[in-house]
């Protein structure tokens, strides 16, 4: 079992950043992959980034991509994501997520714990 807890949500001005942080419980958090994804209003939830177990691998949305950047430190159980270049369409709340597998997937049903979300909200 793995608990995840997501923090550094918020409300930012356009072109602004965050840094988002999940704090995973449990002793095997080096041995899941992990990923971050975002639901908006009215939308689907969408997949944004991923990282392997052992950090080596990541990949993001090419709706993020070189704006966001996911990482990991496994000796403070902690994933981040680093958000660079906010724009309004970005604003949802924003899940961390455990994935069992050690190799990254971009699929929602890949993972099996989810945090409770935190909100960003990108104002124009």
């Known amino acids: 079992q793995v608990q995840l807890v997501e923090s550094g949500g918020g409300l930012v001005q356009a072109g602004g950043s965050l840094r988002l942080s999940c704090a995973a419980s449990?002793?095997?958090?080096?041995?899941?992959?992990m990923g971050w994804f975002r639901q908006a209003p009215g939308k689907e939830r969408e997949f944004v980034a991923a990282i392997s177990a052992s950090g080596g691998s990541t990949t993001t949305a090419n709706s993020v991509k070189g704006r966001f950047t996911i990482s990991r430190d496994n000796a403070k159980n902690t994933v981040s994501l680093q958000m660079n270049s906010l724009k309004p369409e970005d604003t949802a709340v924003y899940y961390c997520a455990a994935d069992r597998a050690v190799v990254v997937s971009t699929r929602i049903g890949a993972y099996d714990y989810w945090g409770q979300g935190t909100q960003v909200t990108v104002s124009s």
């Open positions: 449990g002793r095997t958090f080096s041995s899941y992959a």
